[in-house]
Each structure stands twice: as C-alpha cells, then as structure tokens.
T-cell receptor, first 114, second 111 residues
Framework: GAVVSQHPSWVICKSGTSVKIECRSL??????MFWYRQFPKQSLMLMAT?????????EQGVEKDKFLINHASLTLSTLTVTSAHPEDSSFYIC??????????FGPGTRLTVL | GQQVMQIPQYQHVQEGEDFTTYCNSS?????IQWYKQRPGGHPVFLIQ?????EVKKQKRLTFQFGEAKKNSSLHITATQTTDVGTYFC???????????FGTGTRLKVLA
C-alpha cells in the first residue's frame, strides 16, 4: 500500500522555539494532505487541509499564524509550530489522500515543549 | 458543524466473542471510512463505504453504511487478541472535502 513518512518522529524543544514537521508521500502524488492533532486517548482533530500550490484551509479555532502549513510539492507538506509552548505538546499526524480519496497516515510526530 | 459520535467508547470482550461499534453522524455523509489504531501507532485505513446500504466484508470484519448515509457499523466476528486497538470511523460530509473523525471505540480482547 501507499506509504507516508513523517519527520521527525519525536521532538523535544524549549518554550518559544519553532518546530518544523515534514510529511511526505513516498510512492504517490497527493494533491491534498491533512494535518491532525491527537491528545492521549482521544480522537484525531483535524487542524487544517493542505493543498498543493495554494494556501491551507484551517479549521475553526486553529491559529494559522501559530501553525504554518506549506505544501510545496505533490509529495511534501510541512507544519511549523511557531513559538511553541507547553500546551502545544501533542501527537501530530499527517495524512495524504490518493486519487481514490483514501487517506494514508504518517507515523506521527510526538512534540514535547518544555 | 458536523459531528461524528461512536458507541461504545470502550469495549472489553473475551477472545472469541463478537464485537460491534456504531458510528453516527449529525449530517448526511457522502462516504465513510474506517480506521484501526493500535496503541502507540497511527491510524491504518480499513475500508471505505460510499453507497447507501452498502455492506462490505474483510475476513471477520463486516462494515455497513446506513440507508440514510448518516450511520455506519463495524462488526468483528470471533475476536482475536490481534484485534485490540481503537477503531475510528471518519465521515465526509456532502459537498465537503474533509473527513471528521468519530470519537473512537477502544477494544480490548481478553485471552
């Protein structure tokens, strides 16, 4: 099946720093990628939809200046958490959608902000 | 906005027993997907249902999409310890591009 990679798999940073997370579809082109956030033992919360070559569409309550999304190519989307604070600590998961509307998820990135 | 609820939230079963999780959307869906997430892992796609009343089977798993396209179910026959995990449905509303994930059902199978 299709493979989506995410990097890094985990990151620990100091409060106030910025963290970039990469999401890549390895063997297919994804016009659309999604970014989710998941708290422990909870469901996935959609943060934004990333479309190649255009601005991301953010869900209500998600700060676009806080979570910068760039979809530079059909295989790469990045999420940058700017000026991270402890409340931003979470599990961030991306997914890439293929031509059949199937979402393939990356392995996730666990962010811990000290 | 669109909401997708799942029941039960948790389910403990003895190995060999059947298991069912139900997914209910507040709005009509164009399609619905099911995912399984193992502890510590990421969601893995199981299946997509598109048609009203559609039923699909994957070995011991049976997926159903309601006639009104607002609910769905996943039934596992004769559970095994490998079925442990959280099962999520994800519904795409009519005229939208995004999927809203259900609240999930966490399944534990006791050997």
């Amino acid at each position: 099946g299709a493979v989506v990679s995410q990097h890094p798999s985990w990151v620990i940073c100091k409060s106030g720093t910025s963290v970039k997370i990469e999401c890549r579809s390895l063997d297919f082109q994804a016009t659309t990628m999604f970014w989710y956030r998941q708290f422990p033992k909870q469901s996935l919360m959609l943060m934004a939809t990333s479309n190649e070559g255009s601005k991301a569409t953010y869900e209500q309550g998600v700060e676009k200046d806080k979570f910068l999304i760039n979809h530079a190519s059909l295989t790469l989307s990045t999420l940058t958490v700017t000026s991270a604070h402890p409340e931003d600590s979470s599990f961030y998961i991306c997914s890439a959608e293929d031509s059949t509307d199937t979402q393939y998820f990356g392995p996730g990135t666990r962010l811990t902000v000290l | 906005g669109q909401q997708v609820m799942q029941i039960p939230q948790y389910q403990h079963v003895q190995e060999g027993e059947d298991f069912t999780t139900y997914c209910n959307s507040s709005t009509t869906l164009s399609n619905i997907q099911w995912y399984k997430q193992r502890p510590g892992g990421h969601p893995v796609f199981l299946i997509q249902l598109v048609k009203s009343g559609e039923v699909k089977k994957q070995k011991r798993l049976t997926f159903q999409f309601g006639e009104a396209k607002k609910n769905s179910s996943l039934h596992i026959t004769a559970t095994q310890t490998t079925d442990v995990g959280t099962y999520f449905c994800a519904g795409r509303g009519s005229g939208t591009y995004k999927y809203i994930f259900g609240t999930g059902t966490r399944l534990k199978v006791l050997a």
